[in-house]
C-alpha cells in the first residue's frame, strides 16, 4: 500500500525554523515527483515546492524562495521541508504529495499528484 506520513509540524515563533518531514512506504520517491502544499484557515491549498523525479528540477513559489528548501533523503525514503525564517502567513496544514513520474521537472498543479498525505499542522505566532 503506497502511504505518504508527514511530521515535523508544530506551533513556532516568527523568526524561527521547523523541518517537515514526508515518509513513504510502499514505494520508492526517487521515481516519483513530490510536492509540498499548504492550506491556511479560510484559504484553498496551495503549492509551495516540488522537487521532480529522480533528483530533478526544484521549484519554489515566491513567497517562500530563499526561506523553504525542499530536499530528499533516499536511504530514508524520506522528503523534507526546511522551514526557515517563518512568518505568520507561512501557518498552515502543510501536505505532501507525489506523482508517479520519469520527468525531472516539476510542477505544482494539485491535480497531477496521484499520492497525499495526511497534513502536519504548522502555526507561527508569537
Known amino acids: 500500500q503506497l502511504q505518504l506520513v508527514e511530521s515535523g509540524g508544530g506551533l513556532v515563533q516568527p523568526g524561527g525554523s521547523l523541518r517537515l518531514s514526508c515518509a513513504a512506504s510502499g514505494f520508492t520517491l526517487a521515481n516519483f515527483q513530490i510536492g509540498w502544499f499548504r492550506q491556511a484557515p479560510g484559504k484553498e491549498r496551495e503549492g509551495v515546492s516540488c522537487?521532480?523525479?529522480?533528483?530533478?528540477?526544484?521549484f519554489y513559489v515566491d513567497s517562500v524562495k530563499g526561506r523553504f528548501t525542499i530536499s530528499r533523503d533516499s536511504a530514508k525514503n524520506t522528503v523534507y521541508l526546511q522551514m526557515n525564517s517563518l512568518k505568520p502567513e507561512d501557518t498552515g496544514v502543510y501536505y505532501c504529495?507525489?506523482?508517479?513520474?520519469?520527468?525531472?521537472?516539476?510542477?505544482?498543479?494539485?491535480?497531477?499528484?496521484?499520492?497525499w498525505g495526511q497534513g502536519t499542522q504548522v502555526t507561527v505566532s508569537s
Open positions: 522537487r521532480g523525479s529522480r533528483d530533478g528540477s526544484t
Open positions: 504529495a507525489a506523482k508517479s513520474t520519469i520527468i525531472r521537472l516539476c510542477a505544482l498543479s494539485e491535480s497531477q499528484y496521484n499520492y
